[in-house]
């Protein structure tokens, strides 16, 4: 599933690509999440002075595209953002199409013309939504990625989204979550289907780092088995844990962390009415002070954001003492800095 | 109105917050604009090395988009801008709300978030213009500020500009005109109502200069009376004055500059309908090269910029020798850089 | 036609405006693609240290708006991006005009403002399409080119594209590519009418380089008259020579260059049915493989980007060895950089 050049590139200064955290060893993002804790007390302003960053955006953002461009800022360096549709015509990606439409260039030109213009190149493009299998085999990312011939980053893929992954490690770490404490991703609701990059990206992650993992969902939403086999050969290797389950009660008992995550009713994926129709009664998966009566005391609350108030979590919590939303985000910057900095750093 | 930590903060490179004039003293706002002179002459291109600005803007611009950027850049810093609805989506800003609409995310994680990614934020959010009240009080703006813990710029607000107002007043510098001259601040027209931020801050400049002030605008278009009594307090400490009026002949009489500006109609405040009525038979509210005829000799013509040609001011007027249109906005960059050197600089 | 301060002054390091290729004699562009190699070979990241570069884009961009901004990082300097109808208002551009439509913003208050927040201003703004001789004249352009008082880039206008030129040339030398060579220009398919500014440029710089230069297009899309005396005049003073013939076998004998572009139909300029009807039964106008039989065996293809792939140009072209379309696009980084640096290095 991943493009990524693979482990024997992952010597310290030596990484050429960071599209996957299962593509490292856990004692390699160890080393990673050290660099980001050594940058963040140590600023190096000018590590990367003159050094480019081009940032490649096929869907929105917030926090990828300030905190890539700040991360950047930070070490010296300087950005530029190209979003398609913004500024900038669409791109077709489907190999061998008549382009007589809407789009006017090919990614087979754009990636490579872009990656040329910078020393490292993060794109962003979301799942399609239509076909499971494709969007599991990262068809489009792959495509895109082979055209890359430069430090290329996940942004944020159809079921990857490493940067994210990398700093909510770094923000369990921070907040002394124990290594192999209880760790609840718990899908909530939304308006409509999201994609499956953040649950299975943070999936994975908690159970490389160790932890014992609960996925918590309802019927129809469970996780493909791909990526629930994934995240347990990588539990397997660190000393976690991965279970899946509909009883709320069960899953919530004992956790130290809900990870709560929306996402498209996989049963049903690409088809957007019968989604519709399983979200329509579970308007009661909405993170709400009461879900914390079991778990344990201090037990905190986790999301990627952004975040639907209310619909998927409710203000008290996300106004409360349990949130990180915040501090996962800034960790985006903090974690993201050390993956420039990896990349690029002589 | 002012969500600014107060006078308590300003002392010199101890400011935290440049939100409305009206937080210094007439002593602190001439020291910022000698500084603004002195970066003007001899630059510091090192000061904001490795320093960083976040731009969000939740309505369009032009001159603050460059100019802040410029004036970060000619700092040694660097800067990011966040424009929700392009390449990011919609936030929210109603408290409670439950997010199953169009906004993705809430000010409330999105503004937090960007702090933690720069040293300083600035926030751009126009008024609504639907209820008076609320806009005077700046409630969205002042529900944004209050969520930042960094140091903030109002990059315009319901009500307020000082960024304009600090360009507009090291112009009237710049360009010698006395401190206690005549001042008209004239409605003109324009195909639909806008904000009040530009005349509540123009007005409010002109009286904290010290300058004699009048209010020229047709009835229906008075400036409400906390804006009025805000300006009035600046003119009483500074030896200036505040008058309102609708006879352009007696305002222009003698004036020494005429600063134009569109408002909407204060009596049909959020009346698309009556709004247009009013302004209907306004056409001749379009400053023309004969407004000039009574006012002094060399009297000049000043504007925020956009303006609209031939509707709010004539080709003669702008491409004439009284307007001082690009040299105010020329300096929105050297007021802006005063104001992050001031904030950032240690 | 063109604005250009012209050859006056173009002198090491006195050059002021880079409008038209025209604007200079050939050493003279010989010796800046001798400063593009030396810049490429020998970057200086501090050239350009606290210098700024304003870009506005009046039309959507890629490559010109990712290889501007990582030039001037690459030499130190910064660049901010203006996008009229992207998180700007749009501009208005006629003279005498009574703005009471959906452009709050004149071209007479925008370019200067712009204009002074930086040390050297791109603009593009690409042809109306409508009146071929208010396009061959530069009207558009030329009235904002002289509203500017700082260095100055045509970024594209309706009919040039420097830049693009510039960054061709240095691909033919870097390719080795004989000075004396046959260089097809030919026309190739598009679902609809483009603009003549890439085809002028390419057609004056093959001949100003000293190419023999063919003109292969169908009946209809002639080149017209001036831009085909500009390349004539070119020609005479390299040695090279400029004709033109719809006879395509004739045209691709020999050729050491094919340059494969789309543009509109000269004969129905501004005619949308008319040019679609001229168009609908060109479809072998796409460049294939089987073009290439009687050219010189090693002829190389070239296009400025971005391409309909499968409508203008074959996958099978695109994609093999005869394809120079990434090198053209990674010369507009290098050839940018050099002109950055002539206009702005001390």
Redesign the interface.
């Given at each position: 599933m991943s493009t990524c050049c693979g482990r024997r590139c992952w010597r310290s200064a030596d990484m050429k690509r960071f599209l996957d955290l299962a593509d490292f060893s856990r004692a390699e993002i160890v080393d990673l999440l050290a660099l980001a804790a050594r940058l963040e007390r140590q600023?190096e302003?000018q590590a990367l002075?003159?050094r480019?960053l081009?940032l490649l955006?096929m869907n929105?953002?917030?926090?990828t595209?300030?905190?890539f461009?700040?991360a950047m800022?930070?070490l010296?360096?300087?950005s530029?953002?190209?979003?398609p549709g913004?500024?900038?015509?669409l791109f077709?990606t489907r190999l061998?199409?008549?382009?007589?439409?809407a789009s006017?260039?090919?990614v087979?030109?754009?990636i490579?013309?872009?990656a040329?213009?910078?020393d490292v190149l993060g794109i962003r493009s979301f799942a399609e939504g239509k076909d499971l299998n494709a969007d599991l085999a990262e068809t489009n990312f792959s495509a895109m990625a082979s055209l890359v011939n430069k430090p290329l980053i996940n942004m944020e893929s159809a079921v990857n989204h490493p940067c994210q992954a990398l700093a909510d490690w770094k923000t369990l770490d921070d907040c002394a979550i124990p290594t192999h404490g209880k760790f609840v991703l718990s899908w909530v609701n939304h308006?409509r289907a999201l994609p499956l990059a953040v649950p299975a990206a943070t999936l994975h992650m908690a159970a490389m780092r160790g932890m014992q993992v609960t996925v918590l969902r309802p019927e129809g939403f469970a996780l493909p088995a791909a990526i629930m086999q994934k995240a347990r050969a990588a539990a397997a290797a660190s000393g976690g844990s991965v279970t899946e389950t509909d009883d709320r009660a069960a899953a919530l008992a004992g956790a130290q962390v809900v990870y709560a995550k929306e996402w498209g009713a996989t049963a049903a994926y690409g088809d957007v009415k019968a989604d519709a129709a399983l979200r329509a009664s579970l308007g009661d998966w909405c993170v709400q002070n009461s879900w914390f009566t079991t778990t344990a005391a201090d037990c905190r609350l986790m999301h990627c954001?952004?975040?639907?108030?209310?619909?998927a979590i409710a203000?008290e919590v996300?106004?409360g003492p349990r949130s990180l939303?915040?501090q996962e985000?800034?960790n985006r910057?903090t974690a993201q800095t050390a993956v420039l900095h990896r990349l690029l750093a002589r």
């Amino acid at each position: 599933m991943s493009t990524c050049c693979g482990r024997r590139c992952w010597r310290s200064a030596d990484m050429k690509r960071f599209l996957d955290l299962a593509d490292f060893s856990r004692a390699e993002i160890v080393d990673l999440l050290a660099l980001a804790a050594r940058l963040e007390r140590q600023p190096e302003p000018q590590a990367l002075a003159g050094r480019m960053l081009g940032l490649l955006f096929m869907n929105p953002s917030l926090r990828t595209l300030a905190s890539f461009q700040a991360a950047m800022a930070r070490l010296g360096g300087n950005s530029f953002v190209i979003t398609p549709g913004q500024g900038t015509w669409l791109f077709e990606t489907r190999l061998g199409a008549t382009m007589n439409g809407a789009s006017a260039e090919h990614v087979r030109e754009g990636i490579p013309v872009l990656a040329s213009y910078c020393d490292v190149l993060g794109i962003r493009s979301f799942a399609e939504g239509k076909d499971l299998n494709a969007d599991l085999a990262e068809t489009n990312f792959s495509a895109m990625a082979s055209l890359v011939n430069k430090p290329l980053i996940n942004m944020e893929s159809a079921v990857n989204h490493p940067c994210q992954a990398l700093a909510d490690w770094k923000t369990l770490d921070d907040c002394a979550i124990p290594t192999h404490g209880k760790f609840v991703l718990s899908w909530v609701n939304h308006p409509r289907a999201l994609p499956l990059a953040v649950p299975a990206a943070t999936l994975h992650m908690a159970a490389m780092r160790g932890m014992q993992v609960t996925v918590l969902r309802p019927e129809g939403f469970a996780l493909p088995a791909a990526i629930m086999q994934k995240a347990r050969a990588a539990a397997a290797a660190s000393g976690g844990s991965v279970t899946e389950t509909d009883d709320r009660a069960a899953a919530l008992a004992g956790a130290q962390v809900v990870y709560a995550k929306e996402w498209g009713a996989t049963a049903a994926y690409g088809d957007v009415k019968a989604d519709a129709a399983l979200r329509a009664s579970l308007g009661d998966w909405c993170v709400q002070n009461s879900w914390f009566t079991t778990t344990a005391a201090d037990c905190r609350l986790m999301h990627c954001l952004p975040v639907r108030r209310n619909v998927a979590i409710a203000d008290e919590v996300l106004d409360g003492p349990r949130s990180l939303v915040l501090q996962e985000a800034y960790n985006r910057l903090t974690a993201q800095t050390a993956v420039l900095h990896r990349l690029l750093a002589r």
